[in-house]
Every structure is written in structure tokens, then in C-alpha cells.
């Protein structure tokens, strides 16, 4: 399997806050830190939206209706990044799904190099 593996999704009341986990594939632990990593997320009727990257070197960029209540971090000694959610609002509800692109392939200097997860469940709440 080549699927990241994300784990920490789950229930909880507008206000609270939950912390999402991905895990690498065998695939790329070799050169894990050669990938940018993104959080997207995905609300019934909607698009799948970009809510946090960050890159190889460690630059983070965040949604705007995020921005202050999610902190991105990535572990490269578990091959692991994190997404921190506090502050949870009911329209943060959805499927979050982790995304890794090789760096290479975002510069459109390599064919495509992205792997994504099967998606965990947000659910926010009362």
C-alpha cells in the first residue's frame, strides 16, 4: 500500500479541540522529508479545500478560516505530521484527508509524485 494513514478524528463539541495524525507509507519513508505536506478537507456539497500545508523546509500556510485556531507540524523522525484543531466550529465538520507531494513535482519539474489518505471524520457538534 502507498496510502498515508491518518488516525484522530472523531466527535466533539464546537469549542473543543482534536489533534490529526498521517503517517508516511513505506513508499516514501526514504525520502519523506523531500515531500510537502498538506491537510485538505471535504464538507457534503462542497469541494475538498486546502486547510493546512507545510513543506519540505518547514514554511506553514494555513486556510484563512483556520488561521489562528490550527497549528500544522511535521515530525521527521516519525515520518509523521500533525494537524492541532482547537477552537472547533461546526463548519469545520468533514473528511480530512492528508495529501504529500514530492517537491520535485510541485515545481513541475517531475511527473506526478502524490499520495493521499483515506480520510478520517471531523464531526463538530453540541
Known amino acids: 500500500q502507498v496510502h498515508l494513514v491518518e488516525s484522530g478524528g472523531g466527535l466533539v463539541q464546537p469549542g473543543g479541540s482534536l489533534r490529526l495524525s498521517c503517517a508516511a507509507p513505506r513508499l516514501i519513508l526514504s525520502t519523506y522529508t523531500m515531500y510537502n505536506m498538506a491537510w485538505y478537507r471535504q464538507a457534503p456539497g462542497k469541494q475538498r479545500e486546502l486547510v493546512a500545508e507545510?513543506?519540505?523546509?518547514?514554511?506553514?500556510n494555513y486556510a484563512d478560516s483556520v488561521k489562528g485556531r490550527f497549528s500544522i507540524s511535521r515530525d521527521n523522525s516519525k515520518k509523521t505530521i500533525y494537524l492541532q484543531m482547537n477552537s472547533l466550529k461546526p463548519e469545520d465538520t468533514g473528511v480530512y484527508y492528508c495529501n504529500a507531494r514530492n517537491v520535485l513535482y510541485d515545481q513541475g519539474t517531475q511527473a506526478r509524485d502524490e499520495f493521499w489518505g483515506q480520510g478520517t471524520q471531523v464531526t463538530v457538534s453540541s
Open positions: 507545510i513543506t519540505s523546509s518547514r514554511s506553514a
